[in-house]
């Protein structure tokens, strides 16, 4: 099955700096790679998507880029907030596999007020 | 709307024990999802069912089996829990299959 490896594990920035996340995975058929972000205690939620025929998307401080030479994407958050600290899951899912999600292990955001 | 609706939210159980966790989707989706959320390791698929009627294994089947009850309904059974089994349960919905996911609160087990 597919492998979806996510670096960092934690990250702490301060308020306003731009916040990097990364995740690699191994079946060249994903087409869908989406990504989640988990407040304490709650549920995951989607905050954006890509699909394997766009290189990014955007939406207001968050952005997604994907490589799929490289078989990597990545999350960009600018201009950093409290309520931007999380956690957060890449996740990537292909036919081959019944459209199934595979997530990464978790990057734990921490902004510094 | 209430989404994606699981019970209970906290359980305790002895070891050999069964229990059955319900998961409920107000959204008219066709794919259900049972997940598993360990430290360090992400968020693991159980079992799934991509419509109503079919149900296939994930990556971590064993010791479980679900039900999916009508298009609405699916539900996780545990025939006899082991401390393994100690983790916490996400249910998730999408309307087909590698769409947005919509998660559940989550059920904390504990099996002791």
């Not at chain 1, 731009?18 to 995975?25: L, R």
Request: proline share 4%; with cysteine; aromatic share 10%.
């Amino acid at each position: 099955g597919e492998n979806v490896e996510q670096h960092p594990s934690t990250l702490s920035v301060q308020e306003g700096d731009s916040a990097v996340i990364k995740c690699t995975y191994s079946d060249s058929a994903s087409n869908y790679f989406p990504w989640y972000k988990q407040e304490l205690g709650k549920g995951p939620q989607l905050i954006i998507d890509i699909r394997s025929n766009v290189g990014e998307k955007k939406d207001q401080r968050i952005a997604v880029t994907l490589n799929k030479t490289a078989k990597h994407f990545s999350l960009h958050i600018t201009e950093t907030q409290p309520e931007d600290s999380a956690v957060y899951f890449c996740a990537a899912s292909t036919k081959n596999t019944g459209n199934q999600f595979y997530f990464g292990t978790g990057t734990s955001l921490t902004v510094i007020p | 709307n209430a989404g994606v609706t699981q019970t209970p939210k906290f359980q305790v159980l002895k070891t050999g024990q069964s229990m059955t966790l319900q998961c409920a989707q107000d959204m008219n989706h066709n794919s259900m999802y049972w997940y598993r959320q360990d430290p360090g390791m992400g968020l693991r698929l159980i079992y799934y069912s991509a419509s109503e009627g079919t149900t296939d294994k994930g990556e971590v089947p064993n010791g479980y089996n679900v039900s999916r009850l009508n298009k609405r309904e699916f539900s996780l059974r545990l025939e006899s829990a082991a401390p393994s089994q100690t983790s916490v349960y996400f249910c998730a919905s999408t309307t087909l299959p590698g769409t947005e996911a919509f998660f559940g609160q989550g059920t904390r087990l504990t099996v002791v």
